[in-house]
């Protein structure tokens, strides 16, 4: 699994090859990342040259590479929004980071090599209280779930919420934050696994809290749950159908927090007309990343680090591939069931 952090002296890089994934046509990631050598740039005024450690594969770096966004992605690409690396060489006019300093480098894809050339600003210092692995996960996820609760969701008991999509690594981090903050939450699952998986996760969250979409009077239950009035807010990452139908019980004046397609399907293009007292949210974190200043999010992230480390915001690993094995963690992340993320081991 995670090995030690020890980087490479800078000069035994110089000029030589390091491994980088490719992708050179959109389509399935199992299928089209390819591995490839090449030799780094060094960095010019304002970079530093990461040795990167591990990276994490997340939904949001398959979206392109299937071409979901062929009109603004540019071929070749080397994936990847998110992982750990230790500056290994900084360029001109760059203060505050020198080599040996852990950092995540944000703001751009290129996680998935094994080293990152990219803007000094971009490199968030990771503090000594956080494994690679943990510093691995800690920013998309558990910076996304941070903001949409403390944007969107009153903490107590007077707010009712719903998440679905609650055995997936950012719905498990959401059910934990609003049951800490006091909110009255329902966690919707897909299959009884789902089920196992919060119990052990948040032992804490009432049984009568977890609701398995493939059960009949599964909706029964919520209506239980949250009264005749409805849920006053829903986090939904999965969308199509069972967003619409989340959108439609929840209470008058409520919010629906889109996030994540994982149905493959878009909330139905009318849903404003259908209830225009809803207040309906499209929350991307890169919006949001790019929208604030750098020390906004050095800030932002000192918060996210913290909640990974108090476990709130924690991920579980179910395994770590080296480079070369891409493939098969690629098919491995999309087999249904995984306990947990993929990293991809970059030294
Ligand atoms: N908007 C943003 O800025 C933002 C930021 C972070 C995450 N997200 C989104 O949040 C979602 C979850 O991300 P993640 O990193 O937590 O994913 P993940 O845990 O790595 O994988 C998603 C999990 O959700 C389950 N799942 C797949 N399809 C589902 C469906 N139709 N209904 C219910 N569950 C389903 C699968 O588990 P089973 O096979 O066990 O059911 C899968 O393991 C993704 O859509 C992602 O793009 C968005």
Same mark, same amino acid.
């Given at each position: 699994? %995670?090995?030690?952090?020890?980087?490479?002296?800078?000069?035994?890089?110089?000029? @030589?090859?390091?491994?980088?994934?490719?992708?050179?046509?959109?389509?399935?990631?199992?299928?089209?990342?390819?591995?490839?050598? #090449?030799?780094?740039?060094?960095?010019?005024?304002?970079?530093? &040259?990461?040795?990167?450690? *591990?990276?994490?594969?997340?939904? @949001?770096?398959?979206?392109?590479?299937?071409?979901? #966004?062929?009109? &603004?992605?540019?071929?070749?690409?080397?994936?990847?929004?998110?992982?750990?690396?230790?500056?290994?060489?900084?360029?001109?006019?760059?203060?505050?980071?020198?080599? !040996?300093?852990?950092?995540?480098? *944000? !703001?751009? /894809?290129?996680?998935?090599?094994?080293?990152?050339?990219?803007?000094?600003?971009?490199?968030?210092?990771?503090?000594?209280? $956080?494994?690679?692995?943990? /510093?691995? %996960?800690? #920013?998309?996820?558990?910076?996304?779930?941070?903001?949409?609760?403390?944007?969107?969701?009153?903490?107590?008991?007077?707010?009712?919420?719903?998440?679905?999509?609650?055995?997936?690594?950012?719905?498990?981090?959401?059910?934990?934050?609003?049951?800490?903050?006091?909110?009255?939450?329902?966690?919707?699952?897909?299959?009884?696994?789902? &089920?196992?998986?919060?119990?052990?996760?948040?032992?804490? $969250?009432?049984?009568?809290?977890?609701? %398995?979409?493939?059960?009949?009077?599964?909706?029964?239950?919520?209506?239980?749950?949250?009264?005749?009035? !409805?849920?006053?807010?829903?986090?939904?990452?999965?969308?199509? @159908?069972?967003?619409?139908?989340?959108?439609?019980?929840?209470?008058?004046?409520?919010?629906?927090?889109? #996030?994540?397609?994982?149905?493959?399907?878009?909330?139905?293009?009318? $849903?404003?007309?259908?209830?225009?007292?809803?207040?309906?949210?499209?929350?991307?974190?890169?919006?949001?990343?790019?929208?604030?200043?750098?020390?906004?999010? !050095?800030?932002?992230?000192?918060?996210?680090?913290?909640?990974?480390?108090?476990?709130?915001?924690?991920?579980?690993?179910?395994?770590?591939?080296?480079?070369?094995?891409?493939? &098969?963690?690629?098919?491995?992340?999309? /087999?249904?069931?995984?306990?947990?993320?993929?990293?991809? @081991?970059?030294?």
């Amino acid at each position: 699994m %995670c090995r030690s952090a020890s980087p490479p002296c800078s000069r035994e890089r110089e000029d @030589s090859t390091v491994l980088r994934t490719i992708v050179r046509r959109f389509g399935r990631a199992a299928e089209v990342v390819e591995t490839e050598e #090449y030799v780094p740039p060094a960095p010019t005024a304002g970079q530093v &040259r990461v040795g990167m450690l *591990l990276a994490s594969v997340n939904p @949001s770096d398959l979206v392109p590479i299937a071409g979901a #966004y062929a009109s &603004r992605t540019s071929l070749p690409m080397v994936p990847g929004f998110e992982g750990v690396g230790v500056v290994e060489q900084v360029g001109a006019g760059v203060v505050g980071l020198a080599p !040996g300093r852990r950092v995540l480098p *944000l !703001g751009s /894809a290129g996680a998935w090599q094994q080293v990152k050339t990219t803007d000094a600003a971009w490199c968030v210092p990771v503090p000594d209280w $956080l494994t690679d692995e943990q /510093a691995a %996960c800690a #920013y998309i996820n558990p910076l996304t779930a941070h903001r949409m609760v403390q944007a969107h969701v009153p903490p107590g008991e007077g707010t009712t919420v719903v998440v679905d999509a609650a055995a997936s690594a950012i719905g498990l981090m959401l059910v934990r934050m609003l049951n800490q903050a006091g909110n009255r939450v329902v966690a919707l699952v897909r299959h009884p696994r789902g &089920r196992e998986q919060l119990a052990s996760v948040v032992p804490e $969250l009432e049984q009568e809290a977890v609701l %398995c979409t493939a059960d009949a009077g599964w909706r029964t239950r919520l209506r239980e749950r949250t009264g005749p009035r !409805g849920h006053d807010v829903v986090l939904d990452a999965v969308g199509g @159908s069972l967003g619409a139908e989340l959108a439609a019980l929840l209470a008058p004046q409520g919010t629906l927090v889109h #996030y994540g397609l994982l149905s493959g399907e878009p909330l139905p293009a009318d $849903l404003r007309t259908r209830r225009p007292d809803v207040n309906l949210i499209l929350f991307r974190l890169r919006d949001w990343v790019h929208a604030v200043d750098r020390e906004q999010l !050095g800030l932002a992230m000192h918060g996210a680090f913290r909640l990974v480390a108090d476990g709130v915001a924690a991920t579980a690993v179910a395994a770590v591939h080296d480079l070369p094995d891409v493939r &098969r963690a690629l098919e491995a992340d999309a /087999a249904r069931g995984r306990a947990g993320k993929i990293l991809l @081991s970059l030294r």
